[in-house]
């Protein structure tokens, strides 16, 4: 199974400042189409996750344009360009590549 | 849009099975995998399974194996899962979710509670 590996666990973010959150998978999510498969899931408190970012970069429909994702291969990033309090909550990588599925452990935003 | 609406929580003592069902609307049943994942009390997502409505054919993760079991009835477009011989650890709130270019619709939750 392909394990995925988040950090850090938490993260203390400034309304306004930027964050990021790193993903590791260990094997290479990168497909011969040239897509990798890895997407970000958000979870805010009390509520189902959501979809964030697709194939390693494609913001899902909604999403706002201060989410964006990065990497390839083997290391991902989720970047928030100016987070938001709204934007609270564990964050969740996940491969897609091969079954069994498996997410990241998640990482905990939570406002300073 | 789309949408999918699952069933209400259960309470089931450890042995028993558990049927949990995952109405889609919104959208061509029949045209998206549909996953199943679970959530443990405070502990991250972990993916069971999914189903091609299309075909019927599945895949497990292999911990379940022989315990769980995904269906569809695509007259109602309803998906199913399953999960046998309960056991405590199986405590968790299970999600159904569609797959289109990523887990794009997820499903409420269903808490299934397992105790003697």
């Known amino acids: 199974d392909i394990v995925m590996t988040q950090t850090p666990l938490s993260l203390p973010v400034t309304p306004g400042e930027p964050a990021s959150i790193s993903c590791r998978s260990s094997?290479?999510?990168?497909?011969?189409?040239?897509?990798?498969?890895l997407d970000w899931y958000l979870q805010k408190p009390g509520q189902s996750p959501q979809l964030l970012i697709y194939l390693g970069s494609n913001r899902a429909s909604g999403v706002p344009d201060r989410f964006s994702g990065r990497g390839s291969g083997t290391d991902f990033t989720l970047k928030i360009s100016r987070v938001e309090a709204e934007d609270v909550g564990i964050y969740y990588c996940?491969?897609?590549?091969?079954?069994?599925?498996?997410f990241g452990g998640g990482t905990r935003v939570m406002i300073k | 849009q789309a949408q999918l609406v699952q069933s209400g929580a259960e309470v089931k003592k450890p042995g028993a099975s558990v049927k949990v069902s995952c109405r889609a609307s919104g959208y061509t049943f029949t045209g998206h995998f549909m996953h199943w994942v679970r959530q443990a009390p405070g502990q991250g997502l972990e993916w069971m399974g999914r189903?091609?409505?299309?075909?019927?054919?599945?895949d497990y993760v292999q911990k379940f194996q022989g315990r769980v079991t995904v269906t569809r009835d695509t007259s109602i477009s309803t998906s199913y899962m399953e999960l046998s011989r309960l056991r405590s650890d199986d405590t968790a709130v299970y999600y159904c979710?569609?797959?289109?270019?990523?887990?794009?619709?997820w499903g409420q939750g269903t808490a299934v509670t397992v105790s003697s």
């Open positions: 189903i091609n409505p299309n075909s019927g054919g599945t």
């Open positions: 996940m491969q897609a590549l091969q079954t069994p599925l498996t």
């Open positions: 094997q290479s999510l990168l497909y011969s189409n040239g897509y990798n498969f």
């Open positions: 979710a569609r797959d289109s270019h990523g887990m794009d619709v």
